[in-house]
């Protein structure tokens, strides 16, 4: 009997430790898309034509025009497609947005100047909670449960469109 006990204090140990997990599975519909609206302020994970799932987000802590240059403070907008992630982000969990482009290289090099780079959708740490909406160095943030969700149901070389 005592063996039974023991065996189930270390099943139910387990289970909780499964839970406190910031991977998540997502068995649904597949996210076809990613769209950004900057000016809602709102980012939408779709299946074709359907919204799955709607966010509040955060910007760049300059939020307005795409981002041209390494320090602008502002978040992309055009077509990419999320091309990585990060499982031991700083920032809890993170998708990676394919910016800069070539268009975006080839701008910046006639400036004189690089597009930057590491531009992600993530979380947002416990030093960043007191955090004003838009403060990131040009990513799009969302809550730290948020991105548990997006970074589950997300694929690499989907594609993302982010809007004004």
Not at 43 to 56: A, E, P, R, S, V
Not at 120 to 134: L, N, S
Request: a positive charge; charged letters at 25%; hydrophobic letters at 35%.
């Amino acid at each position: 009997m005592r063996f039974l006990r023991v065996l189930f204090v270390i099943f139910a140990a387990l289970s909780l430790a499964g839970c406190a997990s910031k991977f998540k599975t997502y068995n649904g519909p597949e996210v076809t898309r990613v769209i950004i609206d900057k000016s809602a302020r709102k980012m939408y994970l779709m299946h074709h034509q359907k919204t799955l799932k709607g966010y509040d987000i955060g910007l760049g802590f300059a939020p307005q025009g795409h981002k041209q240059f390494e320090g602008d403070g502002r978040t992309p907008e055009g077509q990419y497609v999320i091309d990585r992630r990060n499982p031991n982000s700083e920032f809890h969990l993170s998708v990676g947005i394919s910016y800069p482009n070539h268009q975006d290289r080839a701008y910046a090099s006639t400036q004189g100047k690089t597009p930057g780079g590491d531009i992600f959708i993530h979380g947002k740490p416990k030093k960043y909670e007191d955090a004003p909406r838009d403060w990131t160095a040009g990513c799009i943030a969302v809550s730290n449960r948020e991105i548990e969700r997006i970074y589950a149901m997300v694929r690499d070389g989907t594609p993302i469109t982010i809007y004004p």
